[in-house]
Nanobody, 124 residues
Framework: QVQLVESGGGLVQAGGSLRLSCAAS????????MGWFRQAPGKEREFVAA????????HYADSVKGRFTISRDNAKNTVYLQMNSLKPEDTAVYYC?????????????????WGQGTQVTVSS
């Protein structure tokens, strides 16, 4: 079992940046692929980015490609999401998730553990 706690959300103007962090409990963090998802009001939760266990491979949703960067520090049991050039449509609750599988999936079913989320609001 792993517990995930997100932080770093907040209010930012369009064009600005935020860095989200997700701290994981336990000593087996490096055995999990990690992902970020988001959910805007009235919408379904959607994939944002994922990273392999080692951090050597990443995958992004088209809507954030070139603006967001996912990374991880296995020594610190933490995964990050650097968000640049933010847009109002990026406003959502952002969730990190951990996957026991060998891949780094881009769908909700591929993840076994979820954090509580952190709010990101981008004003125009």
């Amino acid at each position: 079992q792993v517990q995930l706690v997100e932080s770093g959300g907040g209010l930012v103007q369009a064009g600005g940046s935020l860095r989200l962090s997700c701290a994981a409990s336990g000593r087996t963090f490096s055995s999990y692929a990690m992902g970020w998802f988001r959910q805007a009001p009235g919408k379904e939760r959607e994939f944002v980015a994922a990273i392999s266990r080692s951090g050597g491979s990443t995958h992004y949703a088209d809507s954030v490609k070139g603006r967001f960067t996912i990374s991880r520090d296995n020594a610190k049991n933490t995964v990050y999401l650097q968000m640049n050039s933010l847009k109002p449509e990026d406003t959502a609750v952002y969730y990190c998730a951990a996957s026991r599988g060998s891949a780094y999936p881009d769908n909700l079913r591929g993840y076994n553990y979820w954090g509580q989320g952190t709010q990101v609001t981008v004003s125009s």
